[in-house]
Every structure is written in C-alpha cells, then in structure tokens.
C-alpha cells in the first residue's frame, strides 16, 4: 500500500525527512523501552491470518509484533516467529480467538 492509497498528501521527501527525524528520535532509547513502546501502538493481536515465508505457509494468531525479532505467531502446535522481512500475509480475518 502506498501513502497515496491511505489519503496522504505529503511527498516522498517530507515522508523520509519524518523518518530521519523519528529515527534519530528512537537510537539512544534501550531495545527493551522502544518494544514497549512499540507494544503499545501494536494493534494486530488476535489477528488470525495465513503467512507465506519462503516455500512455508503458517496458519495462525498474531501474538505480537516484535521490533527486533519479527512477527510472533501462534499456531496449532507451537508459537513461532516469522521474519519481517520476508513474510507475506495471504489471508487475514481479524475475529478474535478463541482460547
């Protein structure tokens, strides 16, 4: 999705001169304080969706999200996390689940 697409009317410059701010904003802050922060705004728990990595496809509910070790899933069998990088969400519903 581009920053079209959700309505945005900055450019491309404005985007990445907010990000340079926000990241020199964020480098001094301890790992452990910029994932609580990140906890905080994560809104995907509960979310159950089917993730392509590679030639794997896991089915599963969104944990959380982890700024520094990517997306963690819990599946059927066990609780597994998927690198940001290169997941790909295939199919998603956002029903919580049942325990």
């Given at each position: 999705m581009s920053l079209a697409q959700l309505g945005a009317t900055c450019t491309r410059l404005d985007a990445l001169a907010a990000l340079v701010r926000a990241v020199s904003v964020a480098l001094p802050i301890r790992d452990d304080q910029l994932c609580e922060q990140f906890a905080q705004r994560d809104v995907l728990?509960?979310?159950?969706?089917?993730?392509?990595?590679?030639?794997?496809?896991?089915?599963?509910?969104?944990?959380?999200?982890?700024?520094?070790?990517?997306?963690?899933?819990?599946?059927?069998?066990?609780?597994?996390?998927?690198?940001?990088?290169?997941?790909?969400?295939?199919?998603?519903?956002?029903?919580?689940?049942?325990?």
């Open positions: 728990p509960d979310t159950q969706a089917v993730f392509r990595t590679g030639e794997r496809t896991i089915t599963g509910t969104v944990v959380r999200i982890d700024p520094m070790h990517g997306l963690l899933v819990r599946t059927d069998r066990e609780h597994v996390y998927l690198p940001a990088a290169t997941t790909t969400v295939v199919d998603w519903w956002a029903e919580p689940s049942t325990p």
